[in-house]
């Protein structure tokens, strides 16, 4: 986000809403995948509109860049869709961010929703001043606590997060600040770039996955070195799935790191909230204010005061 | 570098000069290691000398960050010191960046030989305008190769790189530029700090390890978001070592990469010249001006008139 500049929330999707299926970072392994996905968003009440690139499949991307960015453009310019559900993640969508027109993107706010690599999307959003849902794919298999805060994130309006009761404390403390963030090694591979996300004035929402400790590590000293975290005002991670703190990485952990970064902030720090490559997940808006507890284990989003 | 900054180029390593042997990233093996090291430094002619943490070993660092920065801080205190060769990579030397005084570097400026992690602080030598040696660490087994063009670029001065018969052309072209990079992974790392590498009016060397495909391709991709490819006047890719092309990966190579590049910025392209983690290596003085003719394979270092 622009310092300064307010943010937008786009409009909620309630019964009816028409929502693109799109993949623009890795390949589907196949149509079961679109169906499952299809079938996901009737359940909550949408019509799914599927991507014409959505099945394509050039190397580790689904489609070329050019097929990718025509269903993200198609979806942008047809007035009749109100949301866009990115089937998965992977990697490929940051090479689509210089063809984004992003004053297009506040000029109609639409729901976004996804993750992991889908973070470059969601600091197009931001960067153009618009929440954004850093929550399932669109072919998840989505558990009963993921479709609950999904529901609340985007349908109804209400809090979508709340209690972490497992989660770790790493620095006590209570904050307000805009959620911002997402795969923290996408977070890390746009920073210098125009789409560099900044946590000033924000909580910091971290998650990654098949990351070994020392690049976690090195992540985490770019984005200081950047300035990224400068004003920060508190962290959250969810989970670092499949991170292995084997073999020479062994006597550091991802909590040692987290515990060093929040203890040289100075700020509230939780770690192991429902974030990240895991079944249950938050959907949190981007953008959003909200209240971070790190002793209470609670992040509780402001979402009628943005 | 500063752009339009002039480089200087530290005094050569003739035969009785003082080196360091540092740990600045990854730990030792054990004392074996620093052994071979002040063997090689002797062969060399040099008298090498051990830093106090040089064995160090705190999880995957060799020390804890005070304790590296402070065999690098005594190094460079110690006027009889004339150059520092890293022990080994691994990770950890962009942590000390900002314990780093640039001035200093440049007022009296020393070789640093070494690669990999240690591309961070070749960042902070050409950061402060300083010529330094891209090659291999001191723990090295050094082949004839190797350590033909290591005394050729460090201690007499003679042009050290030259043909590349192995290398394949990806853009043919001839151009002249300062050289600049190192480990792609590390370069990448550093976008966005005040580190950051540019390859403007230069050639940009690279090379890296245990990288997968996408991985690469997004490390490119970050650094030509960040501009640090604008302006660039050529690449040259050494080896990426164990870089598998394989499993959803495998319908793009490294060679696809380097082609998507060196078409993008028609600039001279050329892969697989010996630098990066094999066991022929040039060593290449980073901020130097060379000639890259890539139809030819070779890269010719001017080393008389930087």
């Known amino acids: 986000?622009?310092?300064g500049r307010s943010m937008i929330l786009p409009p909620p999707l309630h019964a009816g809403a028409r929502v693109a299926l799109v993949s623009p970072a890795g390949p589907l392994g196949g149509p079961a995948e679109v169906a499952l996905a299809e079938a996901n968003a009737r359940s909550?009440?949408?019509?799914?509109?599927?991507?014409?690139?959505?099945?394509a499949r050039t190397g580790y991307f689904a489609g070329t860049d050019d097929e990718r960015i025509t269903d993200l453009r198609e979806a942008l310019a047809d007035p009749s869709i109100d949301g866009i559900w990115c089937l998965r993640g992977g990697y490929g969508a940051m090479r689509l961010l210089p063809m984004l027109d992003g004053d297009s993107l506040r000029q109609r706010p639409r729901v976004l929703l996804g993750y992991s690599d889908i973070t470059a999307l969601h600091a197009a959003w931001q960067t153009a001043g618009v929440v954004s849902y850093h929550g399932p794919t669109a072919r998840a298999e989505l558990s009963p606590f993921s479709r609950d805060s999904l529901i609340k994130a985007?349908?109804?309006?209400h809090e979508p997060a709340g209690d972490a009761p497992d989660a770790t404390c790493i620095v006590p403390g209570r904050v307000e600040?805009?959620?911002a963030g997402g795969?923290?090694?996408?977070v890390a591979s746009l920073a210098g770039t125009p789409w560099a996300v900044s946590f000033r004035d924000g909580i910091a929402v971290l998650e990654d996955v098949h990351e070994a400790t020392y690049r976690v590590d090195r992540m985490l000293v770019q984005l200081r070195l950047a300035g990224a975290f400068d004003?920060?005002?508190?962290?959250?991670f969810g989970h670092c799935t499949d991170c292995p703190d084997t073999s020479e990485d062994g006597r550091r952990t991802l909590r040692d790191l987290l515990s060093e970064l929040?203890?040289?902030l100075n700020v509230p720090t939780l770690m192991g909230v429902p974030v990240g490559h895991i079944p249950d997940q938050w959907t949190l808006p981007l953008g959003a204010m909200a209240t971070l507890d790190a002793g209470a284990h609670t992040l509780q989003v402001h979402r009628p005061t943005l």
């Open 1 to 3: 986000m622009t310092p």
């Open 44 to 55: 909550l009440g949408w019509e799914p509109v599927v991507g014409r690139f959505a099945l």
């Open 154 to 157: 985007i349908t109804t309006g």
């Open 177 to 179: 600040g805009r959620l």
């Open 183 to 186: 795969n923290l090694a996408l």
């Open 231 to 236: 004003g920060c005002r508190g962290i959250v």
């Open 262 to 264: 929040g203890h040289a």
